[in-house]
């Protein structure tokens, strides 16, 4: 996949996406990379751990999160992706919002992906990536990060995800050669939903896009392993990417915590092209 200058290969190994929140109350996270110096020298960290990606984001979407102003979100983001263009030029950026102006701004300063957790649901969004050929992230989510858990109801949520996310990318209308599509892990999901998404994770094939997955240190890892300080769950992470690697159902995994994930991934990835 072209995403700007950078050609991104897909298929031959399970890329990794580093994740940047310049936010104060990210849910593993939060305030530690506030600040754009300490910012700028985690996303090199990630690089040297092995991030193919890096994706920026100032606005928390944890279940109950405050809303953001778009002039502070875009504050928070845009030192860091002109630090980071700067300093890693080889490394395509990601911005993780659901704001046009902060995805305007954020493309201006060199990102080049669009990581909409909403996918592309404001119709302004879907036309500045129709219109710029930025690369974007379609993810599954019903109402938002306040109300999704409200809505964690379905009959058969393998199907319904699948069926949700067709209409949402037939109704951006963006051309296909440049979007990813993620199940939403956690957004609108129960541990149960999560579970038989992440074991059947492979029929989102169906769609005929790559895969984006995020399972990095979220709650329902706590839930299984009993680790409640997201910090730590570090192994039910990795294991839960490179169980997806392995069933060729992932392109490429978003993670906290790259050296770990990678070290998973070059195993899964051996046994899965065997
Ligand atoms: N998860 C989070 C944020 N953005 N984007 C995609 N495409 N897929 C995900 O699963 C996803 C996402 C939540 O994780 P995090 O960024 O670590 O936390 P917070 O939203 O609290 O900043």
Redesign the pocket.
Known sequence: MQLGAHQLVLGSRTLVMG?L?V?P??????GLFLDPAKAIDRGLELVAQGADLL?V?G????PG?PEVRAEDELARVLPVIAGLVRQCPGVPISI?TTKVAVAQGALEAGAVLV?D?SGLRDPAMAQLVARTGAGA?V?HMRGT?KTMQQHAQYADVVAEVIAELHLTIERAGVDRAKL?I?P????AKKLEHNLTLLKNLSALRALGLPI???????SFLGTLSGVTDPAQRVAASVASVAIAAVAGAVDVA?V?DVAATRQALAVADAIRSR
Do not use: Q, Y
């Open positions: 994740i929140n936010t109350d990210s849910f593993s996270d939060g994706d984001g606005e928390s979407t944890r999160a993780d990581n957790v992230c993810m990060p990813f993620d939403g892990i956690g957004f984006v997955l995020g399972t990095s240190r979220k978003r906290h």
